[in-house]
């Protein structure tokens, strides 16, 4: 119904609410895992500072340190709380749709609301799922001493064994997450790995799939399943690399797969001004409609900063930088104190299936 995207007629609150309700289960149930913590407090926060692109938001330390001896005679030394500072950076996205009448009227009327509202609701999912990979790329690829203990601390790398256990096995993940967070690794709560890597699994009887049951009544197998009592969520999304054959080391591919815990990323929806709308055109092709999608978000890292205040908005490229990102530190001139990497359930795996 072109006329229905006629720019007077448009509800922008109205279509986004409706594409809103396109149900995802993969988002779904990644919010549900509690990995993604939801932070809305952090968009007003861009009213207090310069700009509307990138905020600096404080994490306040724990008290700790070793006790000192009471024996009358010891003057107590106070200790200061430190506080460590988290830049987030905010991440813009935009895209249209174009529809034209005589594409309506050729295929008999087809409702071309209904359709784009039930696409463009999956359609964001896939790309702040591609925004999230490119966050995970970029803070493990971070560089210098104190970012180095979370990449490689954080790291469980099999991929180089050659006699079969360089593969994604019954123990893999509970030695990725003990060497992450040794006596806390029970903060992780989500695995997401590739088909090939969890097919791998299955075929070892160690996947339990779950179920829903649809509109119609019927049950259907998720892309989702438990593993060590972590859920597991399937996505070919995840990296994939092709290693070639070095010297006698035959070919093969490596697969990397991540590990969240509760709060691993905090989101914030910083909103766009006009979030969708359209425009009409009577003349081009014959008459045609265009609605406009923009939208404005942040997945942070917890305890991991975005250091490049300058960009407006980063690509994917930009966030998968590593040299744009740093641990949280206290901002003390020549003796700063970093963000204890083991406070940080993120981990990555990598397998050769």
Known sequence: ?????????????VFMAYADKTPNLNRNELIKSKAIRQRQDIASKFADQVGGNYATVPITGRIGGKAQNYNGSTDIEAKKLKTFTQGR?????????????FGYDITGGTDFLAQVASQVGEYWDDIDQATLLSVLKGIF?????????????????????????GVFGPVTLNNAIQKALGDNKAKFTLAIMHSAVATGLENLNLLEYMKYTDKDGIERSLPLATLNGKL???????????????????????????VLGDGAIEYTDCGAKVP?????????????DTLYGRQRKIFSPYGISFTDSSILSPTDANLETGSKWSLANS???????YFPHKAIPIARVITRG
Do not use: C
């Not at 970012?147 to 256990?165: A, P, Q, W």
């Not at 969708?276 to 045609?288: F, I, L, M, S």
């Not at 901002?331 to 104190?337: H, Q, T």
């Open 141 to 165: 690829s971070m560089t210098g001493a104190k970012n180095l203990e979370f990449v490689n601390g954080h790291t469980y790398d099999i991929s180089d064994k050659t006699d079969g256990t």
């Open 1 to 13: 119904m072109p006329g229905i995207f006629d720019s007077k007629n448009f509800n922008s609150e």
């Open 89 to 101: 950076i905010v991440v813009g996205r935009a895209d249209a749709w174009v529809e034209t009448d």
């Open 232 to 258: 597991v969520l399937v996505d070919d999304t995840m990296p994939v690399e092709e290693v070639p054959k070095v010297g006698e080391v035959e070919a093969y591919t490596k697969y990397t797969s991540y």
């Open 331 to 337: 901002n003390e001139s020549g003796s700063a104190e």
């Open 276 to 288: 969708y709308e359209t425009d009409r055109d009577p003349a081009k092709n014959g008459g045609q």
